[in-house]
């Protein structure tokens, strides 16, 4: 099964936030780690995630430098700022409200009479 | 053989065609191509899978190009823009330069008693075979430089800087007081009746210039529009 489009774009700022504030990340981590996690139905087109980290540098919610890896290879890392920590505890709240809506609609409710 | 930088290299100037995307956002997206292309060469791929699988798993240029410009879409515009105004006052400082040129030879010629008509006919030679050196100039600086990564940096960084309009500046106030300047001095050094006749020659010379420029025009759009399927066609 894979996710919609819609969904993963949707869920993008959140889960990009949520992994950064695991610590430091670059790119090519951050998506191995969101297919790691979803055992693969998270299906981004790697490039796409690019333009959403840079839409989120310029809202001052993330912050980037380029640093040399430990095996010399050059990377662009992303850290979370105050205010990007701010802004994925509000994602956090939103989408509880979604994903509680959707499990009291979905369970399964005894039916007592 | 495959050559894998050399590929890698192609690639990225298909992402800088694009101009949406700024040279740190291609090195961005060339790190992470270099890195799958690494990991699936772990994998037992070889150097011309690995890359096509990568450049496939990242996007198509288009693709990408057309994502980046969603969130950048001002400092694109700001860059048309300034390539726009950039291309205007060139052709301006071209023809400026050129009736600049075509007066001083005026003056060359003149003092050597070729007059009137013959003169106004020497100064049509002189503006064509002007114009057709900035064209050929243009053609050969777009062919060479257009393409590499270091030209573009440097018209980003002109684009944005105040060098920019400090140009501006000064090629308005050089063009004004060449306006002033130049009747006066052709007027001192011509006879009434040889500058008007002179004049006439001139008329036809805009008449060149007002054939001629259409026909680059659409030449330079069917070049463009040629390219531009040649581009997707690759993809």
Redesign the interface.
């Given at each position: 099964m894979a996710v919609s489009k819609d969904l993963i774009a949707a869920s993008a700022t959140p889960l990009i936030l949520s992994i950064l504030s695991e610590g430091e990340s670059?790119?090519?981590a951050i998506i191995k780690r969101v297919h790691e996690l979803s055992g693969g139905q998270l299906q981004w087109?790697?490039?796409?995630l690019?333009?959403v980290l840079?839409?989120l540098e310029?809202q001052k919610l993330i912050q980037s430098r380029w640093r040399e890896s430990d095996i010399g290879?050059?990377?662009?890392y992303y850290k979370i700022k105050e205010s990007g920590i701010k802004a994925l505890k509000e994602h956090q709240s939103q989408w509880e409200v979604v994903y509680s809506t959707l499990t009291q609609l979905w369970e399964r409710k005894p039916c007592l009479t | 053989m495959f050559d894998l930088n050399k590929q890698i290299g192609k690639w990225r100037s298909n992402l800088a065609a694009s101009q949406t995307l700024e040279i740190?956002?291609i090195?961005?997206?060339e790190?992470?191509l270099?890195?799958?292309i690494e990991s699936l060469k772990h994998a037992k791929l070889s150097d011309k899978e690995a890359f096509m699988i990568a450049a496939h798993?990242?996007?198509s240029p288009e693709?990408?190009a057309d994502?980046?410009a969603?969130?950048?879409w001002d400092s694109a515009l700001r860059y048309r823009v300034s390539w726009m105004i950039t291309g205007i006052l060139a052709y301006l400082l071209a023809t400026h330069f050129s009736v600049l040129l075509q007066k001083a030879f005026i003056w060359f010629v003149s003092v050597r008693g070729i007059q009137g008509y013959g003169l106004g006919v020497v100064a049509l030679a002189v503006n064509i075979v002007l114009l057709g050196a900035v064209l050929f100039l243009c053609c050969f600086l777009w062919r060479r430089a257009l393409r590499s990564d270091r030209f573009i940096k440097w018209t980003r960084q002109l684009a944005t800087r105040r060098i920019f309009l400090v140009t501006i500046l000064v090629f308005l106030v050089v063009e004004s007081a060449s306006q002033i300047v130049l009747p006066v001095m052709t007027y001192r050094v011509l006879g009434p009746a040889q500058y008007g006749q002179a004049a006439q020659v001139f008329a036809w010379t805009r008449l060149a210039w007002s054939i001629m420029l259409p026909v680059i025009l659409v030449i330079v759009l069917i070049k463009l529009c040629a390219s531009g399927s040649r581009e997707t066609e690759t993809e």
């Open positions: 670059y790119g090519y087109t790697d490039g796409m690019y333009p840079h839409r310029r290879r050059k990377r662009k | 740190s956002d090195d961005e997206l790190s992470h270099r890195e799958e798993r990242l996007g693709r990408l994502e980046f969603k969130i950048g």
